[in-house]
């Protein structure tokens, strides 16, 4: 099975601020990488797929990039209602497979 | 609007079996593939299953395999999971999800979830 680590597994930030998460495949995936978004007692959210493509919907500030083994998800501009968990997840084979979550919380 | 709704989720013993639905409206469910994904009370996401659009085999996570089966009825727009032979690690909300593509390959973002079945497995 192919392992997501994320980084950093949760962090502490503000509203305005540039936030970068990092995920790392434990062997190489091409671009078959999506990240979703979680807010607390819901379902999650596609935010990115394959990698860097947005999903319909989603506010431009989310971006997404990288391939092979290592990608990451960026928020331009932190706004109040993108405090949540955040995932990544490989379409490369099967299982699918998660990374852990990082929490992204309010200083 | 496009929308999945589950299921069947309760509390059963250990070893017991249940049995989940997820009815999909707004849009054409025979054109795309069909997952189930869980988390456990305060974890992760887990991927259970995935099954394509028409036809194919499904696909298990190894923690289920053997025990579980997912089967769709295109007919009726209602995505299944028989859940056999029960364990305390079972214990999550069960997720409905809809791939972006028409077969569990490569091209496999969830795009639509529903609200999630709680199965609790106790005695």
């Known amino acids: 099975d192919i392992q997501m680590t994320q980084s950093p597994s949760s962090l502490s930030t503000s509203v305005g601020d540039r936030v970068t998460i990092t995920c790392r495949a434990s062997q190489t995936i091409s671009t078959y990488l999506n990240w979703y978004q979680q807010k607390s007692g819901k379902a999650p959210k596609l935010l990115i797929y394959?990698?860097?493509n947005l999903q319909s919907g989603v506010p431009s500030r989310f971006s997404g990039s990288g391939s092979g083994t290592d990608f990451t998800l960026t928020i331009s501009s932190l706004q109040p209602e993108d405090f949540a968990t955040y995932y990544c997840q490989q379409s490369y084979s099967t299982p699918r497979t998660f990374g852990q979550g990082t929490k992204v919380e309010i200083k | 609007e496009v929308q999945l709704l589950e299921s069947g989720g309760d509390l059963v013993q250990p070893g017991g079996a249940l049995r989940l639905s997820c009815v999909a409206s707004g849009f054409t469910f025979s054109n795309y593939a069909m997952n189930w994904v869980r988390q456990a009370p305060g974890k992760g996401l887990e991927w259970v299953s995935g099954v394509s659009g028409i036809g194919g085999s499904p696909y298990y996570a190894d923690s289920v395999k053997g025990r579980f089966t997912i089967s769709r009825d295109n007919s009726k727009n209602t995505l299944f999971l028989q859940m056999n032979s029960l364990r305390a690690e079972d214990t999550a909300e069960y997720y409905c999800a809809k791939s972006k593509g028409a077969i569990v390959g490569t091209f496999d973002a969830f795009d639509i979830w529903g609200q999630g079945t709680m199965v609790t497995v106790s005695s």
């Open positions: 394959a990698a860097s």
